[in-house]
């Protein structure tokens, strides 16, 4: 009875039509789905999920930190003319802000990343550089054709030679990077080492918030993207110079000691001395002088200098006010801060 029943499948399966489905063709839908692309739109994340998601971009406004990205995409150009020897053009983008775990997942697994230290602030950033930066920073260093670029096979490795290439590279963007935050804070930033695997180029939490800046870099006909990754644990120490506010090139940062300073110098009481006249004698002379003794100093009528701590600030006329010896000045201390001089002793 089994094998029976066997044949008679068989024999419904060979009197069937062979391929129905390829009876028509398939359409693009189909044909993407069959390759195991998933077209259709992921569902948007609800509940909890969401209040995470919103939430994930989501970071304070650092008005210097968008202003040393801007001095960072007008110095790239002139510093890697004279590395590459050709025509560079750079131009910054959009600022962004994610959790640090997101966008490292979704970092090109072919990039090179290049970890480096913040020295003064104790605490590491990335550079991701592009493939396509890789292949057309190869071409134009070793004397590619200038021909409109080729499509590059991005699934083979870094080679060598181009790991090297891509170190001084980021050497120069590093640089430059601690130029543009001079006006903020002197930072100097040093290169630690080179990652292919963005699983090895955790520096964060995955739940850390961390600001990406991207660049694109162009030599002629061509260029890639070149990113710039900094945890907001990297720059805590110095988040209250990140969040000032600037007009145009001059930064309003200020270190708080300058004005305590300036304050206490304000309220310091300062001893002034009122010299009538002078007279110059030898040591002798002045030994010689007895109870009794003139000394005539020829002193011009009502005529005072001020001092203070020896160094003459103003002249005078001597007079009274009220029931007090007072001194009224010919011109202002200020007119005379340019004079000012030590006294003959």
Known sequence: ?????????????????????????????????????????????????????????????????????????????????????????????????????DYLAAAPPTSVIAVFRACELDNLGLVLVEPDLVYALLDVLLGGRRAPPVRANHARPVTAIERALVQRLVEIVLEALGNAFAPVAPLRFALERLETNPRLAVIDRPSGAAVMAPFRIDMGERGGGLEIVLPHATLEPIKVQLRQSFAGETPAVRDPWSGRLAAGLRGARLELEAVLAERRMPLSRVLALKVGDVLPLGAPGGSVELRAGGVALAKGDLGRRDQTIAVRLEAPVAARRAGLARAPG
Do not use: H, N, Y
Not at 22 to 30: C, F, G, S, T, V
Not at 72 to 85: E, I, K, S, W
């Open 1 to 101: 009875m089994d094998r029976d029943a066997a044949a008679a499948g068989w024999t419904l399966a060979q009197d069937a039509p062979p391929w129905p489905a390829l009876q028509r063709a398939l359409d693009e839908a189909e044909i993407e789905r069959l390759l195991g692309f998933d077209v259709a739109p992921a569902p948007p994340p609800g509940g909890l999920s969401a209040i995470l998601k919103a939430g994930a971009g989501a970071g304070e406004r650092l008005p210097m930190l968008e202003l040393v990205f801007d001095r960072l995409g007008r110095a790239l150009p002139t510093a890697l003319r004279t590395f590459t020897g050709d025509i560079v053009e750079a131009s910054a983008g959009e600022i962004a802000q994610a959790r640090f775990g």
